[in-house]
């Protein structure tokens, strides 16, 4: 029994490593993309353009050096415009492996465009028109430039539509085959800096957007 001991031992790390690096590489995409992966990225396309009074002004494209980044199976980049107010907001969705999608926070990708935190961030609530209430990170950033324009920008996971806000988004999300986010950001006006009891734009555009996210991305039962 004490000859075995060792052997067991090292039986122990063997499988500790194999289950290691089977999370990791699943996590980060390492054999591509599977095809509840993929499955997941044709269900973008499905997104409405039409959002309760919001619909799509214009569409873009991420660089590929982002995308590679990001290790994005599917992404969408579109500018929303209330049809009464001409507000615009800007969303990007991204689907992709749980790891690089789960890492990847306003707060590090802004200010490498010129952008620095105004504040930190903050929970909040996103009660949805459908009943349901999600949660999304909130935090305004402030342009390094002359004029100084500020943006608020919302953020949240979910492996299928409906969003949180996690403090360790990567451990939380660990188990998932795949991962969307999504980010809202929406220019504020100078005088609204320091006021978020009323919803900006950002917010009301996520009222409208999150009972058809749950309802599109959410993947069919026989998946």
Known sequence: ?????????????????????????????????SPDMLAAAKRLESLPTQLGPWHVASE????????????????????YEH??????????????????MSVHTPDICLPS?????????????I??????????WRQAFRANDLQASRQRVYYGWGPDGSWSAPNDPRFEFAREPFLYKV???????????AAT?????????????????????APPSSE
């Not at 952008?115 to 961030?121: E, K, S, V």
């Not at 009891?197 to 999150?210: K, N």
């Open 1 to 33: 029994m004490k000859q075995s001991t060792p052997i067991l031992g090292v039986v122990v790390v063997v499988v500790l490593t194999l289950v290691s690096g089977a999370i990791h590489g699943r996590m980060s995409n390492r054999w591509g993309p």
């Open 60 to 79: 873009g494209e991420m660089s590929d050096y982002v995308v590679n980044m990001l290790e994005c199976t599917g992404y969408l980049v579109r500018v």
């Open 83 to 100: 049809q009464e107010t001409f507000e615009r907001v800007t969303m990007t969705l991204l689907v992709g492996p749980s790891g690089p």
């Open 113 to 125: 465009r010129d952008f620095a935190p105004a504040g930190g961030r903050e929970r909040v609530a």
């Open 127 to 136: 009660a949805a028109g459908d009943g349901r209430a999600f949660e999304v």
């Open 183 to 193: 980010q809202v950001s929406a220019a504020l006006a100078p005088d609204s800096e």
């Open 197 to 217: 009891e009323t919803p900006d734009a950002g917010e009301r555009f996520l009222q409208a957007f999150a009972p058809v996210a749950a309802k599109w991305l």
